[in-house]
C-alpha cells in the first residue's frame, strides 16, 4: 500500500488486509499507550515509508530503522 493525496491505496486484497491490520494494530498501541500516559507517538501517522522500508508490514529493514530512529531522536531529544 502506498499513500496519494492522503489516501491509502492498495495493490491487491493482500495488500489491503495488510493494511488494515497494521491501522487496527496502530489504534490499539495509541490507545493503550494513552491509557497508560506514555509518550505516544504514531509513526504510521507521522511518517512516510516506501516500501523498500519494510520486510514486511511490520518489520523495519535498515532503511525504514534509520527513518524510524532519526524520527524519534528528534521528537525525543528533549524529553529524555
Known amino acids: 500500500s502506498f499513500l496519494v493525496d492522503g489516501r491509502t491505496l492498495v495493490r491487491n486484497g493482500a495488500a489491503l488486509n495488510e493494511r488494515l491490520a497494521l491501522t487496527m494494530f496502530?489504534?490499539?498501541t495509541m490507545a493503550t499507550c494513552r491509557e497508560a500516559g506514555g509518550i505516544c507517538i504514531d509513526?504510521?501517522?507521522e511518517l512516510v515509508f516506501?516500501?523498500?522500508d519494510f520486510d514486511d508490514y511490520v518489520h523495519p529493514l535498515p532503511s525504514g530503522s534509520r527513518k524510524i530512529g532519526e524520527f524519534l531522536a528528534a521528537r525525543l531529544g528533549g524529553v529524555l
Open 50 to 52: 516506501a516500501p523498500a
Open 26 to 28: 496502530n489504534q490499539v
Open 43 to 45: 509513526l504510521g501517522k
